[in-house]
């Protein structure tokens, strides 16, 4: 790309950890929002396996808009049923017919989906059966005859399907840190060993007040295997000591920690679910609505509003560059000396080579005995390399390495 196309820019407001407020969330991996994302990817990597194992190249697809429309359900202690399954929908475009050895072949969008998606529920969800619970479809079209030229218009770097921006930054605070790591703590194997009450749709928001970190967490759960309300409270006292435990680890920071606090226990409200996400009663979910790619979605952060969730991974820059920007940002802030924040932003032209963006922006909270000229070509020869190697992003998307949501 041409060095001009390189940017680099101090920022002199304040670090986000000066910030007397700071608020963060993270959507666990059975949030109705989550669901989705995950149904539009595994349809994603479900069409590069198939185009990779029949034509040894991924064709063109974008399958990025997802509706998860709720259900209805009567948990109970003890019980409870699903009164109207839960519907998933993933639409978009992909190529259907592909020539090969002088003959035309048809892929099974339709079938290739549906199974993708409900593999991905099976795997994601211990108690909701993609069988029984879920209305799985699909409104896959053959792809538009220009964005398939554009996918297949360059011999060497893929050009740029969309005019794009990607997005990241580094490092994460404390507040980030916690929120993130609570979610995956709650939603670990290990975890629900322990209390496999506990449902997939768990939802961490944090306010960071100077030096006091409030915690809530909505934790849906499984109405079988809650026999009462003592049971349930019993559950909800372990698990926020546990929580606090984590915490005092983490942090000297001052944390509080609050359990599904819509609860009112004299008047018997109680999040019960059957299935372990609220979405089996009504909340709904829309691909790109939940967490940002570095899986946290933080208002005081610059961030993209791009799905990346489905997009194709080799020439769609709303995620190779979401991708590739948390890699420059990580290794900026790894690699510099006197940074205490980066911001990585990258924008893409469609029908330019992804390796070329119109401009690679980086922006830089420093120490204050540091010069942003002294540390400059540094910054430039990290973006410059990760730009030139932009391609090895595609099969870390493929094999499911990266965050994307």
Same mark, same amino acid.
């Given at each position: 790309?041409?060095?001009?196309?390189?940017?680099?820019?101090?920022?002199?407001?304040?670090?986000?950890?000066?910030?007397?407020?700071?608020?963060?969330?993270?959507?666990?991996?059975?949030?109705?929002?989550?669901?989705?994302?995950?149904?539009?990817? =595994?349809?994603?990597?479900? !069409?590069?396996?198939?185009? !990779?194992?029949?034509?040894?190249?991924?064709?063109?697809?974008?399958?990025?808009?997802?509706?998860?429309?709720?259900?209805?359900?009567?948990?109970?202690?003890?019980?409870?049923?699903?009164?109207?399954?839960?519907?998933?929908?993933?639409?978009?475009?992909?190529?259907?017919?592909?020539?090969?050895?002088?003959?035309?072949?048809?892929?099974?969008?339709?079938?290739?989906?549906?199974?993708?998606?409900?593999?991905?529920?099976?795997?994601?969800?211990?108690?909701?059966?993609?069988?029984?619970?879920?209305?799985?479809?699909?409104?896959?079209?053959?792809?538009?005859?220009? !964005?398939?030229?554009?996918?297949?218009?360059?011999?060497?770097?893929?050009?740029?399907?969309?005019?794009?921006?990607?997005?990241?930054?580094?490092?994460?605070?404390?507040?980030?840190?916690?929120?993130?790591?609570?979610?995956?703590?709650?939603?670990?194997?290990?975890?629900?060993?322990?209390?496999?009450?506990?449902?997939?749709?768990?939802?961490?928001?944090?306010?960071?007040? =100077?030096?006091?970190?409030?915690?809530?967490?909505?934790?849906?759960?499984?109405?079988?295997?809650?026999?009462?309300?003592?049971?349930?409270?019993?559950?909800?006292?372990?698990?926020?000591?546990?929580?606090?435990?984590?915490?005092?680890?983490?942090?000297?920071?001052?944390?509080?920690?609050?359990?599904?606090?819509?609860?009112?226990?004299?008047?018997?409200?109680?999040?019960?679910?059957?299935?372990?996400?609220?979405?089996?009663?009504?909340?709904?979910?829309?691909?790109?609505?939940?967490?940002?790619?570095?899986?946290?979605?933080?208002?005081?952060?610059?961030?993209?509003?791009?799905?990346?969730?489905?997009?194709?991974?080799?020439?769609?820059?709303?995620?190779?560059?979401?991708?590739?920007?948390?890699?420059? =940002?990580?290794?900026?802030?790894?690699?510099?000396?006197?940074?205490?924040?980066?911001?990585?932003?990258?924008?893409?032209?469609?029908?330019?080579?992804?390796?070329?963006?119109?401009? =690679?922006?980086?922006?830089?909270?420093?120490?204050?005995?540091?010069?942003?000229?002294?540390?400059?070509?540094?910054?430039?020869?990290?973006?410059?390399?990760?730009?030139?190697?932009?391609?090895?992003?595609?099969?870390?998307?493929?094999?499911?390495?990266?965050?994307?949501?």
């Amino acid at each position: 790309m041409a060095q001009k196309s390189i940017h680099v820019e101090q920022l002199l407001d304040q670090s986000v950890n000066d910030l007397d407020i700071e608020i963060v969330e993270r959507k666990g991996k059975g949030h109705p929002d989550s669901l989705i994302d995950g149904a539009s990817e =595994a349809v994603s990597r479900a !069409l590069c396996a198939y185009y !990779l194992k029949e034509y040894n190249v991924i064709q063109h697809h974008n399958v990025d808009k997802g509706l998860l429309v709720g259900g209805s359900s009567k948990p109970a202690f003890g019980g409870g049923q699903i009164l109207d399954p839960i519907y998933m929908v993933v639409a978009g475009r992909a190529t259907a017919n592909v020539l090969k050895d002088g003959k035309v072949g048809t892929i099974p969008i339709g079938k290739i989906a549906t199974d993708a998606i409900k593999e991905f529920i099976r795997s994601n969800m211990r108690f909701l059966d993609p069988e029984k619970h879920v209305v799985v479809d699909n409104k896959i079209k053959q792809g538009s005859a220009d !964005l398939r030229s554009v996918f297949y218009g360059s011999e060497g770097v893929p050009l740029s399907n969309d005019t794009s921006i990607g997005v990241a930054y580094a490092p994460l605070t404390v507040t980030e840190l916690l929120v993130l790591e609570t979610e995956k703590l709650l939603n670990s194997s290990k975890f629900k060993e322990s209390f496999t009450e506990i449902g997939e749709d768990i939802k961490v928001m944090a306010l960071r007040r =100077a030096r006091t970190i409030n915690l809530t967490v909505a934790a849906a759960m499984v109405s079988p295997l809650v026999p009462d309300n003592s049971h349930y409270e019993s559950v909800v006292e372990q698990v926020k000591k546990r929580i606090e435990d984590e915490s005092s680890k983490a942090t000297n920071m001052d944390v509080t920690v609050r359990i599904n606090s819509g609860d009112n226990y004299g008047k018997g409200v109680y999040y019960l679910t059957v299935t372990g996400t609220s979405a089996e009663m009504g909340d709904d979910g829309n691909t790109g609505r939940g967490n940002r790619p570095n899986g946290l979605i933080s208002p005081m952060r610059q961030y993209s509003m791009e799905a990346a969730a489905g997009k194709n991974p080799v020439n769609h820059t709303g995620k190779i560059f979401n991708v590739l920007a948390q890699r420059m =940002a990580d290794r900026v802030q790894r690699e510099v000396p006197g940074i205490r924040e980066t911001y990585v932003r990258l924008l893409s032209r469609i029908g330019a080579p992804i390796s070329d963006p119109q401009v =690679a922006s980086v922006a830089l909270k420093l120490e204050e005995d540091v010069a942003i000229s002294n540390i400059r070509g540094d910054v430039e020869g990290i973006i410059q390399d990760e730009l030139s190697r932009v391609q090895e992003v595609t099969p870390l998307i493929v094999s499911g390495s990266v965050t994307l949501f």
